[in-house]
């Protein structure tokens, strides 16, 4: 059974940087793809990065795209959300979640597709 935690998150100001951890324990992850979603308060969960099991593709929504970047460390069992000229509207609990089973491209954008999740971490930027 996969376990993941997430950290690094906190306080700060617009235009500041955070990187997210996420780190399974229980399993490797070297076959999982992995993702991060986030909710505001008051508003649906939604869809952030996601990376193949081989980080040979990524994909962004929209929002964050040029501002940040998911990696991961498969040796580590450990997947990063490096997050850059963060914006108030980036504030919210960031979760981390895995996926069995092959990359399926644009779909990973889905939360039903994913097969586990973390608890998550808080992010808030003031402005």
């Known amino acids: 059974q996969v376990q993941l935690v997430e950290s690094g998150g906190g306080s700060v100001q617009a235009g500041g940087s955070l990187r997210l951890s996420c780190v399974a324990s229980g399993r490797t992850i070297s076959n999982y793809a992995m993702g991060w979603f986030r909710q505001a308060p008051g508003k649906e969960r939604e869809f952030v990065a996601a990376?193949?099991?081989?980080?040979?593709?990524?994909l962004y929504a929209d929002s964050v795209k040029g501002r940040f970047t998911i990696s991961r460390d498969n040796a580590k069992a450990t997947v990063y959300l490096q997050m850059t000229s963060l914006k108030p509207e980036d504030t919210g609990v960031y979760y981390c979640a895995f996926r069995r089973g092959l990359w399926l491209g644009d779909r990973q954008k889905e939360q039903r597709v994913y097969d586990g999740w973390g608890q998550g971490t808080q992010v808030t930027v003031s402005s």
């Open positions: 990376i193949s099991r081989a980080a040979t593709s990524t």
